[in-house]
């Protein structure tokens, strides 16, 4: 592990500008597309970009190779799990609230990787910046005109969600030498072949008749907050 340079300070910004700006294009989506196919088409659009960086690059997608029970379960847990369950609560919640109550996604990752990880134990500041965290996250519960009988449910889901993240992070960097372009599109690829037949068997996506305004926002992102924040997301994991 290094000292994190200003490279990767900028790649961390950028990478919170494009999730955050991805909850307003989530809650654009859900108005045509169910939470299922949302994740499998957004995931779709991931995987072509990814695909063709991977064959301009010479790179070997390892998928289906002797570790594949790794990039399976990353695939499930880090994509998608939490797709899913962002866009159910997402559809039902606010998408400023959906992104605040993302941001438990630090807490959740330093706890669990104060277990699971052998160099990223808790010290004393990460406790306050915990406590800070999880006490904000407490005072939306507790403010009824941001979180109230009616949606509380679906911000519980998305908490939940933002926990899988944490999961699949941790889960993460047991591949941390097995490549950004290839680990990024190995998982997609499985969490492809996770959300196709639930797609298929619970939304019936043929009867579908979306907008163009949530087509172009789940073409967003795929390519952008799925594709390019995913190389950008392992970079960051696997480098410091």
Not at 50 to 67: G, H, T, Y
Not at 192 to 215: A, C, M, R
Not at 230 to 235: A, E, M, V
Request: a positive charge; proline letters at 3%.
């Amino acid at each position: 592990m290094r000292e994190a340079n200003s490279f990767d300070i900028f790649l961390l910004v950028l990478l919170g500008l494009i999730w955050g700006s991805s909850f307003f294009n989530i809650k654009i989506a859900t108005y045509s597309y169910e939470p299922i196919t949302l994740a499998l088409v957004r995931v779709i659009f991931a995987s072509l970009p990814l695909i063709l960086l991977c064959k301009i690059k010479n790179i070997k997608i390892q998928a289906f190779s002797k570790e594949w029970k790794y990039y399976a379960l990353i695939g499930l847990c880090n994509i998608a799990i939490p797709f899913i369950l962002i866009a159910i609560g997402t559809s039902k919640i606010n998408s400023y609230l959906a992104a605040m109550l993302m941001s438990t996604t630090p807490m959740s990752g330093s706890i669990l990787a104060h277990f699971f990880t052998k160099d990223e134990k808790i010290t004393f500041f990460k406790s306050i910046g915990i406590i800070v965290g999880f006490t904000g996250v407490v005072f939306l519960f507790f403010d009824k005109l941001i979180i109230n009988e009616n949606n509380y449910i679906y911000a519980l889901i998305t908490i939940l969600g933002s926990t899988f993240y944490s999961i699949g992070g941790i889960l993460t960097l047991q591949l941390k030498n097995k490549g950004n372009e290839n680990v990024t599109t190995s998982t997609t690829f499985w969490s492809v072949i996770f959300l196709l037949p639930l797609s298929i068997f619970f939304e019936s996506p043929w009867l579908l008749k979306p907008t163009v305004g949530s087509t172009i926002a789940l073409l967003y992102l795929g390519v952008v907050a799925t594709g390019l924040a995913w190389l950008i997301r392992f970079r960051i994991l696997t480098v410091n």
